[in-house]
């Protein structure tokens, strides 16, 4: 079974840090991009970074971009976010996905995965 488990969340102040982390087992890891993504209450799921296959390449929401840090273990199977200068609005249950969707022509292949998710609540 596919399994991708998050820990690592709780409460932190204004200013303060977290890791995340992502366990994922039951799918070839080192071939899907991976992410992070963040629902707060009341909105949509929205993403927050994202890294590929090799990890060569990374991507951030302009809201977190140069205070949070993607990273992967391929050996280990595990997904990481480091979470620096935390403000209120991080606020959100975290989830990490896994994608190795391909469009050909009108037809999508491939996988999309979510995790369980873990609250990460920031105070001020």
């Known amino acids: 079974d596919v399994q991708l488990q998050a820990s690592g969340g709780g409460l932190v102040q204004a200013g303060g840090s977290l890791r995340l982390s992502c366990a994922a087992s039951?799918?070839?890891?080192?071939?899907?991009?991976m992410g992070w993504f963040r629902q707060a209450p009341g909105n949509q799921r929205k993403f927050v970074a994202g890294?590929?296959?090799?990890?060569?390449?990374?991507i951030y929401t302009d809201a977190v971009e140069g205070r949070f840090t993607i990273s992967r273990d391929n050996a280990n199977n595990t997904l990481d976010l480091q979470m620096n200068n935390m403000q209120p609005e991080d606020t959100a249950v975290y989830y990490c996905?896994?994608?190795?969707?391909?469009?050909?022509?009108?037809?999508?292949?491939?996988?999309?995965?979510w995790g369980q998710g873990t609250q990460v609540t920031v105070s001020s």
């Open positions: 996905n896994a994608d190795n969707r391909q469009r050909k022509g009108w037809e999508t292949f491939g996988n999309n995965y």
């Open positions: 039951g799918f070839t890891f080192s071939r899907y991009t």
């Open positions: 890294i590929s296959e090799d990890a060569a390449l990374t």
